[in-house]
C-alpha cells in the first residue's frame, strides 16, 4: 500500500504548482528531477544518489513480461538498493509499437512478444498492481501510446481512452496527460484529469525524437 502524501503549495499557475512534497519521512522541494532513462539503465542507485538524486522513474512493464506474479517480486527499494523515491510508470510505450490495431482495447492492450513470439494482454489493472506491489511510492494511471506526430483521429482515441482509465484518486496516484503535439487534444485529456484530485499530473507520450524546444512548447500550454 503507497504511504499517504502531502504536498503544500507555494506557488501555482494554472494546472502547474510548485512546493514541498512529503512522503516516506521526506521532506522534498518541487520541482524535483526524477531520473529515468538512460541515467537509471547505465547508472547504480547509489551513484545517483552520490550525484545528488532523490527520485527514479522505474516502468514495471519488463517487470510484467517477466511472468512472475507482483507479489513474489519483492520491494524494488531493496532490489535497486535505492532509499529515495520511486515513480511507478505502466510503461505502455512498446506494448502499443508491438500491438497491430486491431489490439488496442477498451480493457488493454493485446500484442505478441517479440522475444517469446507469446500473445500478451495488458491491462490497467495488472499495471496498478504492479506498481503497488514492488512498492513505488507514486503510481501512474495506464495510458494508451500514441506517437507524438500521430493522426489528430488516433490522438483524440488515445486521450479518451485514457481519461476512461483515470480511476479513483488516491495518495500517490498520478493522472496521464497525453495527446501527442497538439494543443487542444492535450487539453481535452489534462481537463479530464483535472476533474478529479490526483496527486500530481504525469505527462506522456513526449520522446527522444521531441525537440527540447517543442517540448517546452507543449509544457506552457497544457501545464
Not at 489528430?152 to 488515445?158: M, N, Y
Amino acid at each position: 500500500m503507497m504511504e499517504k502524501v502531502n504536498f503544500t503549495i507555494k506557488h501555482q499557475a494554472k494546472m502547474s504548482r510548485t512546493g514541498q512534497l512529503q512522503v516516506k519521512g521526506q521532506v522534498l522541494q518541487t520541482p524535483l528531477v526524477v531520473h529515468a532513462g538512460l541515467t537509471v539503465q547505465s547508472l547504480p542507485a547509489k551513484e545517483i544518489a552520490k550525484l545528488g538524486g532523490q527520485a527514479i522513474k522505474q516502468e514495471v512493464f519488463d517487470y510484467w513480461l517477466s511472468e512472475t506474479k507482483a507479489a513474489e517480486f519483492g520491494d524494488l527499494h531493496q532490489r535497486l538498493h535505492w532509499s529515495g523515491l520511486i515513480v511507478g510508470d505502466p510503461g505502455t510505450s512498446r506494448a502499443y509499437q508491438w500491438a497491430k490495431p486491431r489490439g488496442r482495447k477498451k480493457d488493454g492492450v493485446r500484442f505478441h512478444d517479440p522475444q517469446t513470439g507469446q500473445l500478451k494482454f495488458y491491462t490497467p489493472e495488472e499495471a496498478m498492481e504492479w506498481q503497488e506491489k514492488v512498492g513505488c511510492d507514486f503510481v501512474t494511471s495506464f495510458d494508451r501510446w500514441s506517437d507524438y506526430y500521430a493522426p489528430v483521429d488516433d490522438l483524440k482515441a488515445a486521450a479518451t481512452q485514457t481519461a476512461s482509465w483515470l480511476g479513483t484518486p488516491s495518495d500517490g496516484l498520478l493522472a496521464s496527460v497525453v495527446g501527442g503535439g497538439l494543443k487542444r487534444v492535450r487539453m481535452i485529456s489534462a481537463q479530464a484529469a483535472s476533474c478529479q484530485s490526483f496527486a500530481g499530473y504525469a505527462v506522456k507520450g513526449i520522446g527522444n525524437n521531441v525537440k527540447l524546444r517543442e517540448q517546452a512548447r507543449l509544457m506552457r500550454e497544457v501545464l
